[in-house]
């Protein structure tokens, strides 16, 4: 079963970086699209961004295009999130999503495998 850890999360001022990691246990890392989500109090699941097996093709939410970077290193069988110019409105739990499939996708319905979320909360 596939299993995902996130970590680097934290608290940081206004304008700093945090760079987020997802290891993932499974087999199956180097033919899963991976895609980070971000969940703030009281409001839904968002996309943020989502990287294609071969790490070539990325997408991003518009909230985030431009500060945050997703890469990632199948031999590592790890994704990254690296996060710039935060702002207070980036807060939330952030989770990394594995999607068994060659298709990148935006919606969180379409991703199989979850993790547990990491905290980042970032003030003004």
């Known amino acids: 079963q596939v299993q995902l850890v996130e970590s680097g999360g934290g608290l940081v001022q206004a304008g700093g970086s945090l760079r987020l990691s997802c290891a993932n246990s499974g087999r199956t890392f180097s033919v899963s699209v991976m895609g980070w989500f971000r969940q703030a109090p009281g409001k839904e699941r968002e996309f943020v961004a989502t990287?294609?097996?071969?790490?070539?093709?990325?997408y991003y939410a518009d909230s985030v295009k431009g500060r945050f970077t997703i890469s990632r290193d199948n031999a590592k069988t790890t994704v990254y999130l690296q996060m710039n110019n935060l702002k207070p409105e980036d807060t939330a739990v952030y989770y990394c999503?594995?999607?068994?499939?060659?298709?990148?996708?935006?919606?969180?319905?379409?991703?199989?495998?979850w993790g547990q979320g990491t905290q980042v909360t970032v003030s003004s």
């Open positions: 999503a594995a999607r068994l499939s060659a298709q990148l996708a935006n919606t969180p319905q379409l991703y199989e495998q």
């Open positions: 990287i294609s097996r071969n790490g070539i093709g990325t």
